[in-house]
């Protein structure tokens, strides 16, 4: 491609791409329109012309097959009820027009309903029973959003992996978190019961719960694959694999790569994530390569609802969207006093952003 | 850039609210740390039962981590409820203040919007200042996973009915990223899969090359090649459907020999003055030939320092130092090789083309460079026909085609066929491509590793193949040719450690550190002669010198405490504590070596517990 067909392919993108291209390239590029914009990337283009390209190739081709905005909304709004069952009354487009028409959310509904709820007893969450029974028949990935209860299926796998004499290993990104988890998971099981390994430090690296960092966990299958056997893989009957997001991590997502390849086949695999966009793909890429099928268990709804809000330098707070709570899919919902309110603070800052 | 509205009057506003408590993401450490500063000089303080509490569980936490006792903010922390989280502090205390945080006891939390630092703790209220992040030296917008993760810390189930993601504006926030980022999907996730040296002798030592192939192919880096694939292959199904009306004719590779016809027609025609007919080569290549460029010619190397066109041909010229100093005006196509490497350059539009002072700086750089330097690999793209040979043109002689009873639809058929038929070629080899390309990444590997012989002629593992595989960190390449080239010979821990943390660490965080000893620096200019002749097969690490002093220092004085050496340098606690955990974590896999490597794996030992003291033996 010469510059001047690449210039023109650039110029025939819409500017989202051209601003999704632009990132790490040019700093503070959302602030160039969409001229300007070609022109700063054919600049940067200098510096690695092969990668620009080859980025671009694969932002058009990802739109060509994303998902149209239309059918996130109606999955969404599926989840979130118990039945799916798409009506026309949930269609997006009637949606938006509703909202439109609706009067914006006041602050004062909007700050309502703030407090601690009732103590109620322990009811396991439809989707925590599910992954736990898809487990006993194959590998499960659950992708949840934050805060939703992935450790409480972490813990009640483990307990029935110890009851059938199995052993576990639980990994996680950082020694911090391994750390937290091993005092955590000390308190549930009883000291004796769980493990750690990092660095090179082990305390009862004989226990059937071992905690370790992904890169420690690698370590051990290589060293299993070459002959020299250190902690017992034989009786493994479960990995869990938490903040499995990471496998997207630039510098240390290929360790979870090895570690899913070379993971043992008679242990099951519970892998815990935070919501992603595609986590079919990584159920199939393990149906693919393991003798047993991997379930998926997704859902998106939070389990406490999320308000958001703009607070201006002046403390005056208002709500962020016309809607009291997040309005998936429509992010140009704004209140019109954000609205307002932003508008002056970009006004008032504005001089001070030309460099 | 600290947000515009006062830390004071926020965490304030928050409180009236009824919002706290809350964790507010600030764009950096020292943003963290001048809004607790901000709090020192405010009148604030927390009722006594408040003040209590904090204090009981502070004082249960340092009863596991005593270092905390000895942190400067703890008074404040206590007075005022608010304390902050990050990477600068030391792991003890953010365990006292995510405690903090679990048992309610705090109303807000100043962390950095970097989540590595493990910002694992919830509250019902989180507040975004910003839209975009530093990675890399480089700001970027924060992407919908990324956003979803900080608002994914509001509202705390069990203890919050509702959670609440607060936006106030710092200077550059973007609102659209933020509510595009609120009410959008989270983002696909890609593989990183990179084939390191370690997983190319660990792979090997345990299947043979053959197999390979088949493993690499159970990478979910070759699950999403083979999705693009799909894409691909569908492309090229509906690119054959658009071909089938263009097979055979009269002649049955007719879309050829009509390419040759016309080109033997054109030929006869002047060309256009002005018609730039470099090769796809010199064109692809001329984007980088940017001042300050370093570039290969047939005989030595060379310094771009500008290019431009010449007047008559308007062919690519570029202005080239060579080593020497000379200063040669030359085509473009005298470059051969063009390499990932360049230097600052000030540009003149005169003679020289840089300033006096770049060129001489130049010059220097040029004489300097190592011997190899990392080539940067461009693509051609072939998109013009290939020129014919001028030779099957002569043999062709008269063409058929003026009076061919197909010339007609030839004529009106060419520019499309010959089109598609390109796309076709394109698709096909984009495939090949994304089906080879992961194990033609392993073969270079193989290659490089028999060359330095840590692998035979049949791909198997020398003898020291064998122990370099149990190397599995960063830059292994580099200590286990620092190993065989005996840099390490009767090496004492406390010098062992210091090169191990020079290694190690990959923060370019400035500050000021004690001096290292006369045997360190001349080890460490091995070690980077060492690094910079490996430049081509892997990436030399910064290898800083005042890191590495740090570390002999607390090595080798047994009687320093973490307080004392805290104070000969500038550098964070939480900083100071990661680099020794890293180089902890990279001696420990020195000391798998004891079979092969007995005094290395015995002094990798002894640094292991010259430097396990104090902070650093409060955490399991
Ligand atoms: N079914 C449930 N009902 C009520 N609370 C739950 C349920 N499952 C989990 N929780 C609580 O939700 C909180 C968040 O759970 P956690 O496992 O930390 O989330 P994450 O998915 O981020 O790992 C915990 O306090 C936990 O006790």
Redesign the interface.
């Known amino acids: 491609?010469?510059?001047h067909?690449l210039e023109q392919l650039l110029m025939q993108q819409p500017v989202s791409l051209l601003?999704r291209l632009a990132?790490?390239r040019i700093?503070?590029h959302?602030r160039s329109g969409k001229r300007k914009l070609v022109d700063l990337l054919l600049q940067a283009?200098?510096e690695n012309?092969?990668g620009l390209?080859s980025d671009l190739q694969t932002l058009i081709?990802e739109r060509a097959?994303r998902p149209q905005p239309a059918h996130?909304e109606k999955t969404r709004s599926a989840q979130a009820r118990p039945r799916p069952a798409p009506t026309a009354a949930s269609r997006p487009h009637k949606t938006d027009d509703h909202s439109h028409h609706e009067p914006p959310v006041s602050l004062h509904e909007w700050?309502s309903?703030?407090?601690?709820?009732p103590p109620q007893p322990f009811i396991p969450d439809a989707w925590q029973v599910d992954a736990l029974a898809k487990l006993a028949e194959t590998d499960v990935v659950v992708s949840v959003?934050?805060?939703?209860?992935k450790t409480y299926v972490a813990i009640e796998a483990t307990k029935r992996a110890i009851q059938e004499n199995r052993t576990v290993i639980y990994t996680s990104p950082?020694?911090?978190?391994s750390?937290?988890k091993?005092t955590e998971f000390s308190r549930v099981f009883g000291p004796g019961q769980v493990g750690?390994l990092?660095?090179?430090?082990r305390?009862h690296s004989q226990a059937p719960l071992l905690i370790m960092t992904t890169?420690i966990l690698?370590?051990l299958l290589?060293d299993a694959?070459?002959?020299e056997i250190d902690v017992r893989l034989d009786t493994l009957g479960l990995v869990i694999m938490d903040e499995s997001?990471y496998?997207?991590?630039?510098?240390r997502?290929?360790v979870w790569?090895?570690t899913?390849?070379f993971c043992p086949s008679q242990a099951r695999l519970l892998l815990l994530s935070?919501?992603?966009?595609?986590p079919q793909?990584?159920a199939?890429?393990l149906t693919?390569?393991r003798p047993t099928p991997c379930s998926l268990i997704r859902h998106t709804k939070?389990?406490?609802?999320?308000?958001?809000?703009?607070?201006?330098?002046?403390?005056k707070?208002t709500p962020?969207?016309r809607t009291a709570g997040?309005?998936?899919?429509?992010?140009?919902l704004?209140h019109p006093e954000a609205k307002r309110l932003?508008m002056e603070?970009e006004e008032e800052?504005g001089p001070?952003?030309s460099r | 850039m600290p947000p515009s509205i006062h830390p004071v009057d926020l965490v304030a506003t928050l409180r009236q609210r009824n919002l706290t408590p809350a964790i507010i993401f600030l764009t950096s450490r020292r943003a963290c740390d001048e809004a607790m500063q901000s709090f020192e000089r405010s009148q604030v303080t927390l009722p006594k039962a408040q003040q209590e509490q904090i204090a009981r569980v502070l004082a249960q936490v340092t009863e596991q981590f005593p270092s905390i006792a000895e942190h400067p903010l703890i008074e404040t922390v206590q007075r005022i409820g608010v304390a902050a989280h990050h990477a600068g502090h030391l792991p003890s205390w953010k365990i006292a203040v995510e405690e903090l945080m679990r048992t309610g006891s705090l109303d807000a939390v100043f962390a950095t919007t970097t989540l590595a630092a493990g910002v694992d703790f919830p509250a019902r209220t989180v507040v975004v200042t910003q839209s975009s992040i530093r990675k890399a030296r480089d700001f970027t917008d924060l992407t919908a996973s990324e956003i979803q993760q900080l608002a994914g810390r509001a509202g705390r189930r069990g203890k919050d009915l509702v959670g609440f993601a607060v936006i106030t504006p710092s200077p550059y926030i973007d609102l659209t990223v933020l509510t595009k980022g609120l009410t959008g999907q989270p983002e696909a996730i890609h593989s990183q899969f990179v084939i390191s040296y370690p997983m190319v002798l660990n792979l090997l030592k345990a299947h043979p090359r053959e197999q390979i192939q088949s493993i690499l192919a159970k990478s979910f880096a070759q699950f999403q090649l083979n999705q693009r694939t799909a894409v691909l292959e569908t492309k090229l199904d509906s690119l054959r459907a658009e071909m089938e009306p263009f097979g055979p004719r009269v002649c049955s590779d007719w879309i050829t020999q009509w390419q040759v016809f016309e080109q033997a027609r054109k030929r006869k025609k002047p060309r256009s003055p002005f018609a730039r007919q470099e090769s796809p080569d010199v064109a692809a290549r001329l984007h980088f030939l940017t001042p300050g460029r370093v570039v290969g010619v047939t005989r030595g190397r060379g310094i771009i320092l500008r290019q431009y066109r010449s007047k008559g041909q308007h062919a690519p010229m570029v202005t080239l130092l060579r080593e020497g100093g000379s200063l040669n005006e030359c085509p473009a196509s005298i470059v051969t090789q063009v390499f990932d490497r360049t230097f600052d350059c000030e540009e003149t539009s005169v003679y020289p083309w840089c300033t006096p002072q770049t060129l001489e700086q130049l010059t220097h750089h040029l004489t300097d460079l190592p011997p190899r330097l990392p080539i940067l690999p461009i693509l051609t793209h072939q998109h013009e026909e290939a020129p014919i040979d001028s030779s099957i043109i002569q043999t062709l002689g008269d063409f058929a085609c003026p009076t061919c009873p197909s010339r007609q639809a030839c004529q009106r058929d060419f520019p499309r066929a010959s089109r598609v038929r390109q796309e076709i070629q394109r698709h096909i080899k984009s495939i090949q491509a994304l089906q080879t390309s992961l194990w033609h990444r392993f073969q270079e590997r193989i290659d490089v590793l028999e060359r330095f012989g840590y692998l035979n002629a049949n791909a198997q593992l020398t003898a020291d193949g064998e122990w370099a595989r149990l190397i599995r960190i960063d830059h292994s390449l580099l200590i286990t040719e620092l190993i065989r080239a005996e840099a390490f010979g009767a090496i004492d821990p406390p010098l062992l450690a210091a090169v191990m943390a020079s290694i190690a660490h990959d923060d370019d965080r400035p500050g000021s550190f004690p001096r290292g000893s006369a045997g360190l620096v001349t080890l460490l200019f091995q070690v980077r002669k060492l690094a910079e002749s490996l430049t081509p097969h892997e990436a030399p690490p910064m290898l800083r010198a005042d890191v590495a002093a740090l570390t002999e220092r607390w090595v080798s004085d047994q009687t320093l405490t973490w307080i004392g050496l805290a104070r000969l340098t500038t550098m964070a606690e939480g900083d100071m504590f990661r680099l020794f955990a890293r180089t902890i974590e990279f001696l420990s896999q020195l000391k798998t070596l004891k079979a092969t490597h007995p005094s290395l794996a015995e002094s990798a030992d002894h640094a292991i517990a010259a430097m396990r003291r104090g902070v650093l033996e409060e955490l399991p």
Not at chain 1, 113 to 117: R, S, T
Not at chain 1, 174 to 177: G, H, S, Y
Not at chain 1, 302 to 311: F, N, Q, T
Not at chain 1, 326 to 332: E, V
């Open positions: 491609m010469n510059t067909e601003h990132r790490g700093s503070r959302f283009s200098a012309r092969p390209e081709e097959h996130i700050l309903g703030i407090g601690v709820p959003p934050t805060g939703s209860g950082l020694k911090a978190l750390n937290t091993f750690i990092t660095g090179d430090r305390e890169e690698r370590n290589y694959a070459g002959g997001q496998l997207a991590d630039p510098e997502g290929v790569e090895e899913l390849i935070a919501s992603i966009g595609n793909d990584i199939d890429w693919a390569i939070r389990s406490v609802p999320l308000r958001a809000g703009y607070l201006h330098p002046n403390e707070l962020l969207f997040i309005p998936y899919g429509q992010p140009h704004l932003f603070y800052t001070s952003r």
